[in-house]
């Protein structure tokens, strides 16, 4: 396994801990911020390719599709970053693994010693002492030698702490900027892909952000799953939109209106990636495209009403979109692009269910793609589907989503019989609602007639 490069030759043989007491002598002892000045902006002539997370070793499509942006089997070379990983070097194993398995050899991978987290799975290493890997000059050089730079996934606080401490570019951050610049390829997985923007996503979920609005407060990996939404800068590798990843499992489409509406004046668009899935952008024609398993979830607040309620959040006309399959976005004219291969569902809608309800799991086409393919833009009976947001008694919020004149859809089999629906320029309105919700078991219906009967 490779995980380092350093100026001088290292025969293969040495033991890893020599390896990392060798790179601690000669890479990080005069390791320090680049002094030049801040070169002129470049055009960016490279990819990106955001991983929703929960990449499996079985889907080709997005692996394949990095091993050819990153120059094909022979020619790749890749740079692993695992800042965000609390375990570093077994997750870069598995990746390396993953890799091999599309034709690269091992040497073609290497692990760039930049990690905050001791990995528990190697005894004889310390992999916090990384911490400042990113300030190491000899290493910032050696990536010209580099097709590409992975992110692991993880804690994406970690990746700019590590990268970019006090907002400040780190050498290798600026030599991941020249490798992009140059045509190389970028990318990452969950923590690895929520970095990306300008505006970054560091925690909270739908309802939290939807309640309580924004917090500064951050206390680990279990502020991901709940309360408030935390917003932190990114590093800007994707210029146009917010990204926010683990999307429809995690059901974080609430939490990315709030970040979105939040930074309208310069952020108004965001992107919600499914895991095993990746938004692929092309820098040179700033358009992106949808590969892998699910979905990418587009959401755009530009022409949205925030609705003064004492209530709670209320905003009217969010435009939700769906892309899967092949389809594509292109930020120049601000279309959506349907897979050439599928058909219009306009006019050819397959259902006509009247007034269909998703409100839990015993709901059908509970996720958030199928229910705006299937129930929505596919169902003549219909122009709106409802759904609800709630703890059960009290405060929530009802989800109409519809559609209008600017709503369009689009469906073919594109794997075998599996769907491939899109969904582009759904209206969505988001009002804060009173719930009551009483459970009727036998013995509350008895209570009940017997009320009635002494009336």
């Not at 509970?366 to 709630?390: A, E, I, P």
């Not at 969505?428 to 007639?449: G, M, N, Q, R, Y």
Request: glycine residues 10%.
């Amino acid at each position: 396994m490779k995980h380092i490069l350093i100026s001088k030759s290292i025969p293969n043989s040495i033991p890893i801990s020599i390896l990392i007491l060798i790179f601690t002598i000669t890479g990080l002892t005069g390791c320090t911020e680049a002094d030049t000045p801040t070169p002129l902006p470049l055009p960016d002539k490279g990819s990106l390719v955001l991983v929703g997370g929960a990449l499996a070793a079985s889907n080709a499509q997005v692996y394949q599709r990095f091993i050819e942006l990153a120059g094909g089997a022979l020619q790749a070379r890749i740079a692993v970053v695992p800042a965000a990983s609390s375990q570093p070097v077994k997750y870069f194993k598995q990746f390396q693994k993953d890799m091999e398995r599309y034709g690269l050899d091992e040497d073609q991978i290497t692990l760039f010693p930049i990690a905050v987290a001791d990995d528990k799975s190697t005894a004889d290493l310390d992999e916090s002492q990384w911490r400042r890997g990113a300030t190491d000059i000899q290493l910032a050089e050696h990536l010209s030698q580099y097709t590409a730079v992975w992110f692991l996934g993880g804690d994406q606080l970690n990746i700019t702490a590590t990268l970019a401490p006090d907002g400040h570019k780190s050498v290798l951050l600026e030599a991941i900027w020249a490798l992009y610049q140059r045509g190389g390829v970028i990318g990452g997985t969950s923590a690895g892909a929520a970095m990306m923007s300008d505006v970054m996503i560091a925690a909270g979920d739908s309802w939290g952000a939807l309640t309580e609005g924004t917090t500064e407060s951050y206390n680990g990996m279990q502020d991901q799953e709940n309360g408030p939404l935390m917003l932190a800068p990114g590093l800007g590798l994707f210029p146009h939109a917010i990204i926010d990843q683990h999307f429809d499992r995690k059901a974080r489409f609430g939490r990315l209106i709030v970040a979105a509406e939040l930074n309208k004046a310069t952020f108004p668009l965001g992107f919600g990636i499914d895991e095993n899935t990746a938004l692929v952008y092309t820098a040179a024609n700033h358009s992106v495209q949808v590969i892998g398993a699910g979905s990418v979830t587009a959401i755009d607040v530009s022409h949205a009403r925030r609705i003064d309620n004492p209530h709670g959040y209320h905003i009217e006309n969010v435009r939700i979109s769906v892309m899967q399959g092949g389809d594509h976005y292109h930020f120049d004219t601000e279309q959506f692009v349907a897979n050439p291969l599928k058909s219009a569902t306009v006019g050819h809608e397959y259902l006509n269910l009247a007034k269909p309800v998703v409100s839990g799991v015993f709901s059908r086409n509970t996720r958030l793609k199928d229910l705006l393919t299937f129930d929505l833009v596919d169902n003549k009976g219909s122009t709106q589907v409802v759904s609800y947001l709630h703890q059960g008694e009290g405060m929530g919020f009802t989800l109409r989503f519809s559609q209008d004149e600017y709503t369009t859809g689009y469906w073919q089999y594109l794997d075998g019989l599996l769907d491939s629906g899109s969904a582009f320029g759904v209206k969505l309105d988001i009002i804060p609602t009173e719930f009551s919700i009483k459970p009727l078991t036998a013995t509350t219906e008895v209570a009940s007639s017997k009320a009635l009967a002494a009336q």
